[in-house]
Nanobody, 119 residues
Framework: VQLQASGGGLVQAGGSPRLSCAAS????????MRWYRQSPGKQRELLAV???????NYADSVKGRFTISRDNAKNTVYLQMNSLKPEDTAVYYC??????????????WGQGTQVTVSS
């Protein structure tokens, strides 16, 4: 299973980019999908998680500004980010709990996409 994140880049403060993360490979099923971020010198932070059924939970730091969603038919998870602040600058990572053909359940990570917010 491979996860490919996209949608990052340089954004002005107050901007509203959307990140995407598409899973590919011999996937049987995907349960929870998540978005994390990591800033230089800081630990990786869990931002949001969404179940296969669409139930979502958020970290307090992004609640009300970020929205996680998914398209199960496309094996893709999204992160809509609104009202971005310079402190949101980080590398954003996705992961997913997935079952691949001839494998057991595992957690797979995307490669990360850089989001830089300019003031």
């Amino acid at each position: 299973v491979q996860l490919q994140a996209s949608g990052g880049g340089l954004v002005q403060a107050g901007g509203s980019p959307r990140l995407s993360c598409a899973a590919s490979g011999s996937i049987v099923s995907i349960n929870a999908m998540r978005w994390y971020r990591q800033s230089p010198g800081k630990q990786r932070e869990l931002l949001a998680v969404i179940s296969r059924g669409g139930s979502a939970n958020y970290a307090d730091s992004v609640k009300g500004r970020f929205t996680i969603s998914r398209d199960n038919a496309k094996n893709t998870v999204y992160l809509q980010m609104n009202s971005l602040k310079p402190e949101d600058t980080a590398v954003y990572y996705c992961n997913a709990d997935a079952l691949a053909v001839a494998r057991t359940w595992g957690t797979y990570w995307g490669q990360g996409t850089q989001v830089t917010v300019s003031s």
